[in-house]
């Protein structure tokens, strides 16, 4: 059994929560929840959850202060938000789990089976903290991700991801001075969670960096560190407009 | 005179003739030219002005469906599912699908009368409280010296107004608060619209936004202001806004929008 609190601060959204955990997760146990971040807060230290299911605009406080509130947030966190991209792209960088409300059943047992892995694995307190932190870094190039791989967790930095390549669902990540890692992420995740920040998806199954471009070829090609990226012919205008105004 | 020199005249009146042509000519080039380049400027300038308008008009649009507030109405509605109870689900599921179509129908028009703009105000107002249950009352309240069916008001400009009291000043108050609307009669072309919570105030709103920074977008002021300035410009309307502090001037909390209306002319189409 894992021990849970789930904290949002409308009845109503807190109930349906509930009934669909109760209903569709035998292994979750919710020992409190809260519809005040502040007694949320309180709720958190004195219980110690291994799981919390966290909403993000509330009032007085967001999800992102409840955390940085607590020192030393060793549990799962689920966030659970109705819609707000920003957030989403941040929680995606720290291989946070979050579902979009109203919340999907398949997608709400999916999420607490990734979360009850982790929960045996130890390594929220890495992931929680890198959130915190990345939410007070300005630029997006100096913020980190973090990357499951099949021996961990690895954290990156954004400016040193060159190039990601699809392959067959997964993905590969190239980064700069470093060996290549394997995500079992497909690339579409990753241009998600670079959208609009100096990424581009040149070709369906190429993410490029742009801070890396060293030179682009007439016949439909970039350069970047000696290697050929194809740019497919679909993209190019958009690609060379954009390339332009930047 | 000899032949020559009356050949000599012949051909420099020929040249002459040649040169007035081509003079013509080029007069007459230039003046096309010139002609086709204002007829261009007003051109792209009358289409800046369009897009502007689309702009402004679809930005409006969105800060109606906020998906927030879609979502989340959504959700609430899921609630009454859960628990089986089915008249109030009904009950929630027209109101909200009405307002959808009142949103939809407003964007596709300039202006709505003030009837109109009472119901969408209500229904969305609804949903809100069924989300909020009891953290908040209204009270819409319009003069009866001002004629609702014939008087208008620009469509989509009063609800992410009231959005805004609601989200930003109502939803961080600890205690249930108050919402008032109100249609003020000015003269028979003119009328205010008052807009005033207790909430915590636009400036406290805004601070608590700052521990994270880019959370929420702030911008939806600035889209107004631009929306009622390309309204001033169509010189059917002379609106004027103004947004007020409450903790500013008294020991009171929260915010108060102030709109003018002057309807300009009765040409509307």
Known sequence: MITAILIDDEPKALGTLKNKIKKH??????????????????????????LIFLDIAMPEMSGFDVLDQIENPDFEIIFATAFDNYAIQAIEHCAI????KPIDNDELVKTVAKATENVLEKSALAKNKLLIEN????KFQDKKVIIPTQEGLEFIAISEIVHCEGTDGYT???????????????????SKMFDKH??????????????????????GYVLIQKKHIPVSRNRRNDFLNMLKNK | MSIEEINIILSLLALSGVFVVVAFVILFSTFITKK???????????????????????????SQMNPHFVHNSLNAILYYVQQNEVETTEKYLVKFSKLIRLF??????????????????????????LR???????????????????????SMLLQPLVENAVNHGLFHKKEPGNLNISFNYINETAYSVIIEDDGIGFKAAQKLKERFKNMVNTHSSQVLKERIDLLNQTKLWDISFSMIDLSDMSNKTGTKVQLKFEELTEDFN
């Open chain 2, 104 to 129: 939809f129908d407003f964007s596709r028009r300039q202006y709505v009368s003030i009837s109109e703009e009472e119901n969408l105000l209500q229904n969305y107002l609804e949903i809100e409280k």
């Open chain 2, 36 to 62: 086709n380049k204002i007829i261009t400027e007003k051109l792209r300038a009358e289409l800046d002005y369009q897009k502007r308008i689309h702009d402004t008009e679809l930005h409006a649009l969105r």
């Open chain 1, 172 to 190: 590969r990540i190239h980064i700069n001075e470093r060996k290549p890692l394997l995500s079992s992420n497909s690339i579409g995740h990753f």
């Open chain 1, 25 to 50: 997760c035998p292994n979750i146990q919710i020992i409190a929840e809260s519809q005040s971040p502040t007694e949320a807060i309180k709720l958190i230290k004195s219980l110690k959850p291994q």
């Open chain 1, 198 to 219: 100096d990424f581009y998806l040149v070709h369906k199954s190429h993410l490029i960096n742009l801070n890396y471009i060293e030179r682009y070829l007439n016949e």
């Open chain 2, 132 to 154: 909020f249950e009891d953290k908040f009352e209204y009270q819409i309240f319009i003069n009866p010296k001002i004629d609702e069916e014939e008087i208008r008001i620009p």
């Open chain 1, 135 to 138: 939410l007070s870094v300005k």
């Open chain 1, 97 to 100: 789990g979050y579902l979009v």
